[in-house]
């Protein structure tokens, strides 16, 4: 399907979404040759299939694949689309099951899918979604702008962002503290004395690792510190990366006293790194969030850790909230975090 320019969103539930009699209409067809095309289908000219295709551009149109088997008498399928960007993390795996446990309440199904942090899966998950009239989305991005989502918001769409928040489009988010989490793991280690503090970040592109950094940058200037002597190593977005990013800090000149990493799967690699070289009792790790078994190793690895099922569950009752017709302006939540310390992060400063 032919991408659509956004339209004003400003008159949100006023327009109906469009139907196959609304293609048909529009293109001067039948409903029969518009579900041909639809179906890709034999038996259609190609003037006709262009004109056709251009009414479901035009319109926005997301072909329904079960209304017949799904609709209720009040319109809803009791059933909602969640994106989320990988059941692969415990992180979403969280998220996910306290959204499932609200929606198992109210009777509703939850449709969930991995976008693996690429924007051009998210589009395809979300017009999956779509296509099976979900009441509602509730929507871990990797897109850096949102406004392609804009027809489906002014159409009355129910959409809530969470982890990141919507840019070019109004809609309710849910978040964590980023910035100031990671702020206060900064802190942290400067109270005890570490002045080389290196940053191991996420990818760029995505927002919570530019918050995370802004929090961890800005901490760093409180105290003084100029950024140029600290190494900052962003882009590690697998176990793999990061290990061996840390690995070639760790063995360089200028060997960093303390190590702040901003993801879950990056702080597993800078403890595989610490463990190899034999430095986890030296070098002192923070992570930002939470992940299994971190407080059985030795020493335990203090995080800064996120309450995913919090996000979850308000990111459910923000969804159905609007899904029963609240239309209060769009909001963002945001959910506190916590240090928690283990060990790790309490290694004072020694020198190489």
Known sequence: MPPITPRDESSRGSRPRPTMKHVAALAGVGLKTVSRVV????????????????????????????????????????????????????????????????????????????????????QAVITAFLRRRVDGLIL???????????????????????????????????????????????????????????????????????????????????????????????????????????????SGPARPTAIFTSQNLVTIGAVRALRTLGLHRDVALIGFDDFPLADLLEPGVTVVAQNPERLGLVAAERIFSRIDGDEDPARTFTIPTQLIERGSGEIPPRES
């Open 39 to 122: 179906n890709g289908e034999p038996n259609v000219s190609e003037e006709t299939a262009a004109r056709v295709s251009w009414a479901i551009a035009e319109l926005n149109y997301q072909a329904d694949l079960n209304a017949g088997n799904l609709k209720r008498a009040n319109g809803r399928t009791m059933s909602i689309g969640l994106a989320l960007g990988s059941v692969a993390n415990p992180f979403a795996g969280a998220i996910h099951r306290a959204i499932e446990s609200t929606a198992w309440e109210r009777g509703t199904t939850v449709f969930a899918a991995s976008i693996e942090d690429d924007p051009r899966k998210e």
């Open 140 to 250: 871990t991005t990797a897109s850096p702008d949102h406004a392609y989502l804009a027809p489906e918001v002014a159409r009355g769409t129910p959409v809530v962002f969470i982890d990141h928040e919507p840019v070019g489009v109004s809609a309710d988010a849910v978040v964590s503290e980023n910035a100031s989490g990671a702020a206060l793991a900064t802190r942290h280690l400067l109270n005890r004395g570490h002045r080389r503090v290196a940053y191991i970040g996420d990818r760029s592109d995505i927002q919570t690792a530019r918050e995370r950094l802004r929090g961890f940058s800005e901490e760093l200037a409180r105290a003084g510190i100029p950024a140029g002597d600290v190494p900052v190593v962003p882009d590690q977005h697998t176990i793999e990366q990061a290990e061996a990013a840390v690995g070639a800090l760790l």
